[in-house]
């Protein structure tokens, strides 16, 4: 089992900045470690990931160059940096932690779940 919570998302204007974090009751060296994104009704989307062993990061096309994931292995947390926020980045945000060698983007293929933390971009 591993316990993840999130934590940082606040209110913020357009163009703002936002750093989450998601702390692990494990060490995370060994997983991929992802953040998603819900809006109450909609389907989870994937927003990033990165991998164990060479740490290659993904991300979601409506992200990239914007966001940036990372983790400290020696505090057990990942942070996904958020720049240059717009409206349509307000959502529920999940971590996620895979235990499994194959490295997906949907939600399936993750095991563990934080409960998310709220980000709202106001214009």
């Known amino acids: 089992q591993v316990q993840l919570v999130e934590s940082g998302g606040r209110l913020v204007q357009a163009g703002g900045s936002l750093r989450l974090s998601c702390a692990a009751s494990?060490?995370?060296?060994?997983?991929?470690m992802a953040w998603f994104r819900q809006v109450p009704g909609k389907e989870r989307d994937f927003v990033a990931l990165m991998t164990t062993g060479d740490s290659s990061t993904y991300y979601a096309d409506s992200v990239k160059g914007r966001f940036t994931i990372s983790r400290d292995n020696a505090k057990n947390t990942a942070y996904l940096q958020m720049n240059s926020l717009k409206p349509e980045d307000t959502d529920l945000y999940y971590c996620?932690?895979?235990?499994?060698?194959?490295?997906?983007?949907?939600?399936?293929?993750?095991?563990?779940w934080g409960q998310g933390t709220q980000v709202t971009v106001s214009s």
């Open positions: 996620a932690v895979s235990i499994r060698a194959l490295v997906r983007r949907d939600i399936s293929g993750y095991d563990y």
């Open positions: 494990r060490p995370i060296s060994r997983y991929n």
